[in-house]
C-alpha cells in the first residue's frame, strides 16, 4: 500500500508531500467547503430574517457590506455607537462622503421610516449590534419612538456630518 501510495505521489513533482500531504490537502479543501456551506451562527436570533429582508441586499447578509459601495455594519462604530445614531440612519437615511472602518464610501441610503415600524426597527437594529462580531446593547421600540418624534420634521437623508457629533458623544 505505501509503495502504490508512494509510487502514485512520485509521479507529481511536488516536494514534500508525503504521508501527511494528501490528508492535508483534503482537509483543507473540505474545511473550505463548509465554511462556505456553513449556515450563519447568528442565522437564528430574532431580527435575522427582518434584516436580510430590509438590509441585506445592500449591507450583505453577513453585515460586510461592499467595498467602496455600501458600508460594513460589522464592526461599524455607526452601528454600534449611541443607538440614535443608527436609528436616526435607518429612520431618515444616509447620505455623502462617509469613512467606516477605514474605507471611504460616497453613497446614498434612503430612509426606511416610512415602510418599518418601531418595533421593526427595534429588532433589525438590535439584531445588527448582537451579530456579525457586534457586540452593543440593544434598541428598544420606546428608544425608535423618542427619536421618530424628535426627527418627525426631518424630511431629508441626514449627512455625515450632522451626525458625526452624536457619534462622538458631543451631540445632543
Ligand atoms: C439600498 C441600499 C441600502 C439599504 C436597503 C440599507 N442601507 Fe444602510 N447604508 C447604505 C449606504 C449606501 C450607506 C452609506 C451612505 C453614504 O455613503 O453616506 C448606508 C449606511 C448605513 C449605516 C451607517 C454606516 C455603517 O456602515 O454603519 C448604518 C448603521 C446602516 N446603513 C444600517 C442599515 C440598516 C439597519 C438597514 C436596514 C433596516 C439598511 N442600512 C438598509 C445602503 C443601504
Known sequence: MRKVRDS?????DIPNLGRL???????VALFAACAEKTPDPWRDLPGRNAYVFHCGACHGKRGLGSKNLFPPLAGSPWAN???????????QGLEGELTVNGED?????????KRLKDSE???????????????SGPVTAADVARVR????????????????????????
Open 8 to 12: 502514485f505521489l512520485s509521479r507529481f
Open 21 to 27: 500531504g494528501i490528508p492535508v490537502v483534503l482537509l
Open 81 to 91: 455607537g449611541p443607538v440614535d445614531v443608527p436609528i436616526r440612519v435607518v429612520l
Open 105 to 113: 464610501y460616497m453613497n446614498i441610503m434612503p430612509g426606511l421610516g
Open 121 to 135: 426597527v427595534a429588532e433589525i437594529l438590535t439584531f445588527v449590534r448582537s451579530a456579525f462580531g457586534n457586540q
Open 149 to 172: 418624534a424628535e426627527t418627525k420634521d426631518r424630511k431629508r437623508m441626514w449627512k455625515v456630518p450632522q451626525l458625526e457629533p452624536m457619534l462622538k458623544g458631543t451631540g445632543e
